[in-house]
């Protein structure tokens, strides 16, 4: 960032953050020299949790050496006397950081932790209190002539130099109780304010507001977690929103999908009366709604309509779309007439008023029962497979004509076929040879006829389960591309 503001500093990699982390209470560190030039300084860290307990930060608070040493160490005591700090590893800690404690460091090292008061082989006295808070030891140094000179200059009695001596020394240990009382409630006071106005917004209390009681670091951090709430809050709001809006579209969805597969033939057999041939269909959609659709109707007892078709673009738009090309089809279809003259009136009705510029692959087939001789118009979909009697299944290449809406007065080509007993038809969309693994390979129509020939024994009803199956085994956990339709009739 310009100007003399603070970058962004990643705090949950510092030893302060880490160590106040895994101890779980407030921590000091060793002294250190401040990376913005202030000078050696010490920081201070309490961990916090949530609600639940479970850990959600640490709170840091920066104290420089020389405030700390202006407010508790620079005492006057007389002349040779002074007041000393050291730290846990004992060094002195003074305004140029840690350093060797040297004579202090020697003498205060003799107390065994119990004893607050030893006089030196040298005439000098030394007194110590533990600062608990931060494992430092707050000391002083009077020399014993300091302690005894009001005595010896008026040459007061032995007795009085003792009371002298002990008023002296209970108010040196007074003065270095409080001080260090007063030192740790300076500096983990506000952090255990804050610590606990974190806890009550990590519990869920969005609303309340983090108590800035200085203008410093805590202050700070204590204006950081008061607008965390309140971004917080405002994305949940937001998330509640969204996420309402998302249930109400996918509940439309859902009954989209109902209306979809109601709309395609599912009762199997469909024609249980008619023994001369057997049909099954099945459409797996790749999003809620799809553009694929299958059909089969009967024109007339002798005649029987077959369709299969697959719609430019996915999801709601090619599902209308398919909607209207079933039904122009259908309705068509059973006004009379050949493949070629019915796609052809049904291409004018779709191309009119087509601004969203979509077509459809049709193939369109009408067998006649009692003779297994069909005519059918391929508009740009996928070849159809046929399995004569004894032998396997075979892809039945012919020249296609253009898609169904792509342009107005096309004409359709027409291909005769036949069906004996013991033939089988299979028709599919191109989600079938197009399905892709995750290593981008397509299932391909090699695949495909492999597949059908190795169920070629399977009951006409399992057949395209199991052509399903054969796809989803090596497309494995990638995503469907697109919608998946397949048809077979089989003569009997």
Request: glycine share 8%.
């Given at each position: 960032?310009?100007?003399?503001?603070?970058?962004?500093?990643?705090?949950?990699?510092s030893d302060w953050?880490?160590?106040?982390?895994?101890?779980?209470?407030?921590?000091?560190?060793?002294?250190?020299?401040?990376?913005?030039?202030?000078g050696p300084t010490?920081?201070?860290?309490?961990?916090?949790?949530?609600?639940?307990?479970?850990?959600?930060?640490?709170?840091?608070?920066?104290?420089?050496?020389?405030?700390?040493?202006?407010?508790?160490?620079?005492?006057?005591?007389?002349?040779?006397?002074?007041?000393?700090?050291?730290?846990?590893?004992?060094?002195?800690?003074?305004?140029?950081?840690?350093?060797?404690?040297?004579?202090?460091?020697?003498?205060?090292?003799?107390?065994?932790?119990?004893?607050?008061?030893?006089?030196?082989?040298?005439?000098?006295?030394?007194?110590?209190?533990?600062?608990?808070?931060?494992?430092?030891?707050?000391?002083?140094?009077?020399?014993?002539?300091?302690?005894?000179?009001?005595?010896?200059?008026?040459?007061?009695?032995?007795?009085?130099?003792?009371?002298?001596?002990?008023?002296?020394?209970?108010?040196?240990?007074?003065?270095?109780?409080?001080?260090?009382?007063?030192?740790?409630?300076?500096?983990?006071?506000?952090?255990?304010?804050?610590?606990?106005?974190?806890?009550?917004?990590?519990?869920?209390?969005?609303?309340?507001?983090?108590?800035?009681?200085?203008?410093?670091?805590?202050?700070?951090?204590?204006?950081?977690?008061?607008?965390?709430?309140?971004?917080?809050?405002?994305?949940?709001?937001?998330?509640?929103?969204?996420?309402?809006?998302?249930?109400?579209?996918?509940?439309?969805?859902?009954?989209?999908?109902?209306?979809?597969?109601?709309?395609?033939?599912?009762?199997?057999?469909?024609?249980?009366?008619?023994?001369?041939?057997?049909?099954?269909?099945?459409?797996?959609?790749?999003?809620?709604?799809?553009?694929?659709?299958?059909?089969?109707?009967?024109?007339?007892?002798?005649?029987?309509?077959?369709?299969?078709?697959?719609?430019?673009?996915?999801?709601?738009?090619?599902?209308?779309?398919?909607?209207?090309?079933?039904?122009?089809?259908?309705?068509?279809?059973?006004?009379?007439?050949?493949?070629?003259?019915?796609?052809?009136?049904?291409?004018?009705?779709?191309?009119?008023?087509?601004?969203?510029?979509?077509?459809?692959?049709?193939?369109?087939?009408?067998?006649?029962?009692?003779?297994?001789?069909?005519?059918?118009?391929?508009?740009?979909?996928?070849?159809?497979?046929?399995?004569?009697?004894?032998?396997?299944?075979?892809?039945?290449?012919?020249?296609?004509?253009p898609a169904v809406?792509?342009?107005?007065?096309?004409?359709?080509?027409?291909?005769?076929?036949?069906?004996?007993?013991?033939?089988?038809?299979?028709?599919?969309?191109?989600?079938?040879?197009?399905?892709?693994?995750?290593?981008?390979?397509?299932?391909?129509?090699?695949?495909?006829?492999?597949?059908?020939?190795?169920?070629?024994?399977?009951?006409?009803?399992?057949?395209?389960?199991?052509?399903?199956?054969?796809?989803?085994?090596?497309?494995?956990?990638?995503?469907?591309?697109?919608?998946?339709?397949?048809?077979?009739?089989?003569?009997?």
């Amino acid at each position: 960032e310009s100007g003399d503001s603070e970058g962004y500093y990643n705090y949950s990699t510092s030893d302060w953050y880490k160590r106040a982390q895994s101890i779980e209470r407030v921590c000091f560190t060793d002294v250190y020299q401040d990376s913005y030039g202030r000078g050696p300084t010490i920081t201070c860290a309490a961990p916090f949790y949530d609600a639940k307990g479970e850990f959600a930060g640490v709170v840091g608070m920066d104290i420089l050496i020389t405030d700390l040493y202006r407010a508790v160490v620079a005492l006057d005591l007389g002349e040779g006397a002074y007041a000393f700090l050291l730290d846990h590893k004992g060094n002195t800690i003074g305004p140029e950081g840690a350093a060797s404690g040297g004579e202090a460091v020697g003498r205060i090292a003799v107390l065994d932790g119990k004893q607050k008061v030893f006089l030196s082989g040298d005439g000098v006295y030394y007194a110590q209190e533990r600062i608990k808070s931060t494992g430092w030891t707050f000391g002083i140094r009077i020399p014993e002539a300091v302690i005894l000179a009001p005595v010896r200059s008026v040459n007061r009695t032995v007795i009085l130099t003792m009371l002298l001596f002990l008023a002296a020394f209970a108010v040196i240990v007074a003065l270095v109780f409080l001080v260090a009382r007063r030192f740790s409630a300076s500096l983990t006071g506000p952090i255990a304010v804050l610590k606990k106005d974190v806890e009550k917004i990590s519990g869920g209390n969005l609303d309340y507001h983090a108590r800035i009681c200085d203008n410093d670091e805590i202050g700070d951090l204590a204006g950081s977690f008061n607008e965390m709430a309140a971004s917080l809050k405002d994305y949940i709001k937001n998330l509640a929103a969204v996420t309402a809006e998302k249930e109400r579209i996918g509940a439309e969805l859902n009954v989209a999908t109902q209306i979809q597969a109601d709309m395609l033939p599912r009762i199997f057999p469909p024609f249980p009366e008619r023994k001369e041939f057997a049909l099954y269909a099945t459409m797996t959609p790749a999003k809620e709604v799809g553009g694929d659709f299958y059909d089969f109707f009967l024109i007339d007892d002798d005649h029987l309509a077959l369709v299969i078709a697959d719609v430019s673009g996915k999801g709601v738009p090619a599902a209308l779309f398919m909607v209207i090309a079933k039904t122009l089809i259908k309705n068509r279809a059973q006004m009379g007439g050949t493949p070629s003259e019915i796609l052809s009136a049904v291409n004018e009705q779709l191309c009119d008023g087509n601004e969203a510029g979509l077509f459809v692959t049709v193939w369109l087939g009408i067998l006649e029962i009692s003779t297994g001789k069909g005519v059918a118009a391929n508009a740009g979909h996928e070849y159809p497979v046929i399995k004569r009697a004894g032998l396997p299944w075979e892809l039945q290449k012919a020249k296609h004509s253009p898609a169904v809406a792509v342009r107005e007065g096309m004409k359709f080509r027409e291909t005769e076929f036949e069906l004996n007993p013991g033939d089988r038809l299979y028709l599919y969309t191109d989600g079938v040879a197009e399905a892709t693994n995750a290593e981008n390979q397509l299932f391909g129509t090699d695949r495909m006829i492999e597949a059908l020939n190795r169920h070629a024994d399977d009951p006409v009803e399992e057949l395209l389960p199991s052509i399903k199956r054969e796809v989803d085994s090596f497309v494995g956990d990638a995503p469907q591309f697109d919608d998946i339709t397949m048809l077979t009739l089989w003569m009997n």
